[in-house]
């Protein structure tokens, strides 16, 4: 909200951490009403929380697809619309990346995913656009 009040030009894309950990639904909620792509930084939370790829329910959805839960990871955000910037140097991690558009998670799955959110960043700072919204007289 404040990148739009104070500045002439409105950005076309705004670049927070994104993860199954904290999926920022509501800046994605509030840069969408302004037109800004959300781009997700750090899909995999940096390694921070690898337990949560060894989840029964995640390693459930990865095999009926014959993909890895990273995979599944970076599907589902696709699926929500976040460009996505995984970060490898190592060839098969980046074509395992790429590997993430021939199937479609359903809505269960999503819902599944969705319930990983904690709405905690765990390497960026916190984001709070309503606060920042109420604040600019946005919302009352």
Same mark, same amino acid.
């Given at each position: #909200?404040?990148? #739009?009040?104070?500045?002439?030009?409105?950005?076309?894309v705004n670049q927070i951490e994104t993860n199954l950990i904290s999926q920022q639904r509501e800046c994605r +909620?509030?840069?969408?009403?302004?037109?800004i792509a959300h781009m997700g930084y750090s899909p995999f939370a940096r390694d921070k929380m690898p337990q !949560?790829? &060894?989840?029964?329910?995640? &390693?459930? $959805?990865?095999?009926?697809?014959?993909?890895?839960?990273? *995979? $599944?990871?970076?599907?589902?955000?696709? *699926? @929500?619309? #976040? $460009? /996505?910037?995984?970060?490898?140097?190592? =060839? +098969?991690? $980046?074509? @395992?990346?790429?590997?993430?558009? =021939?199937?479609?998670?359903?809505?269960? &799955?999503?819902?599944? !995913?969705?319930?990983?959110?904690?709405?905690?960043?765990?390497?960026?700072? #916190? *984001?709070?656009?309503?606060?920042?919204?109420?604040? /600019?007289? &946005?919302?009352?």
């Open positions: #909200v404040d990148l #739009v009040k104070f500045n002439r030009i409105v950005p076309a +909620e509030w840069m969408h009403r302004y037109g !949560l790829y &060894e989840d029964s329910s995640l &390693e459930a $959805i990865a095999a009926k697809y014959g993909k890895s839960p990273r *995979q $599944i990871t970076l599907r589902f955000l696709h *699926q @929500e619309g #976040v $460009i /996505l910037i995984p970060k490898s140097v190592h =060839d +098969e991690r $980046i074509a @395992e990346n790429l590997d993430i558009f =021939d199937f479609s998670l359903t809505g269960r &799955e999503v819902d599944i !995913l969705r319930s990983f959110d904690r709405n905690t960043p765990l390497t960026g700072a #916190v *984001q709070n656009p309503s606060r920042v919204a109420k604040i /600019l007289g &946005e919302i009352h």
